[in-house]
């Protein structure tokens, strides 16, 4: 996609009527490669892509003879009840009625499920995170010891040339990568790098973030999403791959051997989610 929902956004019918004609015409052609790969993924389906049957919608099933057949045996069923039977279900419905009308109103209020309170019309909180609520994140805190800064080149509605002067950031992460041996310095350190994301407001308008770049891994694979936005990087990555099928160690003892010998703690979660990307990295 070229274009994000953060730029999506702030495009306006009134925005796109004023654009010059050749700014307009190139922020169509990144709207019409856009458009046509969403519409790609709309029609992907069991049938032409490798995704499971399950993903397919509740009316676009192909098993339609099994429905059908479905269908068929619940007409046979609700046929096969003869004139007989007719009298006996009118018997049970008298009853019925019957047993209901004989309950005194104390014992017909019991029946009846006790109402929920109502809510309180004065609640004025707004929908999401409350100020001042404790956040989640990582426990450890790692001394950084690199920082790459990502700025926007372009603007994305006009293509304007962008300053990182006028940048602000946005948002940030922490990747925590390992620093190989050589015959200079011996052993294995930690680093931890923090990237930084910036935002620039270009001169039409428009506001352009330069964001991590995410794409699916493989098309066997389309549930495993491989993203700069990572906390383990490529050389960390590749101790655990070692870990788990040249040595042989689970989930478990992977992360007992990171916090035993390097001091990082970090999930069982994580280290199950690196394995499998750096699995389809692989099969690219």
């Known amino acids: 996609m070229r274009l994000s929902d953060h730029d999506l956004l702030q495009l306006t019918e009134e925005e796109l009527l004023e654009l010059p004609e050749e700014v307009l015409r190139r922020l169509s052609v990144k709207l019409l490669y856009d458009l046509k790969e969403a519409r790609e993924r709309l029609k992907q389906t069991s049938r032409n892509s490798s995704r499971p049957p399950s993903s397919d919608l509740p009316w676009d099933k192909t098993n339609t003879g099994d429905e059908g057949e479905e269908q068929q045996q ?21 009853a019925s009625k019957t047993e209901f009308e004989e309950k ?14 109502e809510a309180a019309t004065n609640d004025t909180r707004k929908a999401g995170k409350q100020m001042g609520a404790p956040g989640y994140g990582r426990e450890q805190k ?31 992460f922490e990747t925590v990568d390992l620093e190989w041996a050589d015959l200079n310095k011996p052993g294995i350190h930690l680093t931890n790098t923090k990237h ?29 999403l491989l993203s700069e936005w990572r906390l383990v990087g490529p050389g960390l ?6 870990l788990a099928y040249r040595m042989r160690l689970s989930r478990r003892r992977t992360q007992e051997f990171l916090n035993d010998w390097l001091g990082l703690a970090i999930s069982v979660g994580t280290i199950h989610a690196t394995l499998h990307e750096s699995g389809a990295a692989v099969a690219r």
């Open 74 to 94: 619940g007409q046979n069923e609700f046929a096969g009840v003869g004139d007989g039977d007719d009298d006996h279900a009118l018997d049970v419905e008298d």
């Open 104 to 117: 005194t109103p104390a014992e017909a209020d019991e029946t009846q499920p006790a109402k929920k309170p």
């Open 142 to 172: 790692i001394a950084i010891t690199a920082e790459e800064h990502h700025y926007p080149k372009n603007c994305v509605r006009c293509d304007r040339k962008l300053k990182p002067d006028a940048a602000k950031a946005y948002t940030a």
């Open 196 to 224: 930084t994301y910036y935002e620039t407001v270009c001169t039409c308008g428009h506001c352009t973030q330069q964001a991590p770049h995410r794409q699916v891994s493989h098309h066997l694979t389309p549930t495993i």
């Open 237 to 242: 990555a590749a101790l655990i791959v070692c």
